[in-house]
């Protein structure tokens, strides 16, 4: 690999043996790459606790259709917050429930609030965020379809 530095990093034994079999069970070719997703992980972590940060994620909601007006209620806080929605995926999942994955980006605490006020909706089963990326900085004020 081009361009490293290399460094030296002490550890207990039985530390470095549990850390060893986990790698194995991931399926790791090396110490280095282990360390080094954990590294970027917890780098990770640490921005996405940040409220204002821009983030790219997926919520991912299950509702009963058949409950109240739920259809009509995810339409309209979808359209409202359209440009925090890039797209939807929609499955049916079976004579009751539907699965709905909307791929979005904002804020952390837009996005959070997004999710919440998606699992107040009556009918609405789950609303889980997930965050899968920081977005670039330099692109924070504009639409989703401006993240490449
Ligand atoms: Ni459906």
């Known amino acids: 690999m081009d361009n490293v530095t290399r460094i030296g990093v002490s550890l207990e034994p039985d ?3 549990k850390f060893d079999r986990s790698l194995e069970k991931k399926g790791y070719g090396s110490r280095s790459e282990g360390i080094r997703d954990l590294i970027r992980d917890a780098l990770a972590e640490e921005e996405w606790k940040n409220p204002d940060q821009f983030m790219v994620g997926t919520i991912t909601l299950m509702y009963d259709h058949e409950t109240g007006s739920v259809k009509e209620k995810l339409t309209t806080i979808q359209h409202e917050k359209h440009d925090h929605v890039s797209t939807t995926i929609h499955i ?6 539907c699965m709905e994955i909307l791929l979005v980006s904002g804020t952390l605490k837009e996005l959070q609030d997004f999710s919440n006020e998606l699992m107040s909706i009556k009918g609405v089963l789950r609303s889980k965020l997930t965050m899968a990326s920081p977005a670039s900085t330099h692109m924070h004020h504009i639409g989703p379809r401006h993240y490449k």
């Not at 049916?92 to 429930?97: I, K, V, Y």
């Open 15 to 17: 530390l470095l043996e």
């Open 92 to 97: 049916h999942l079976d004579h009751d429930r």
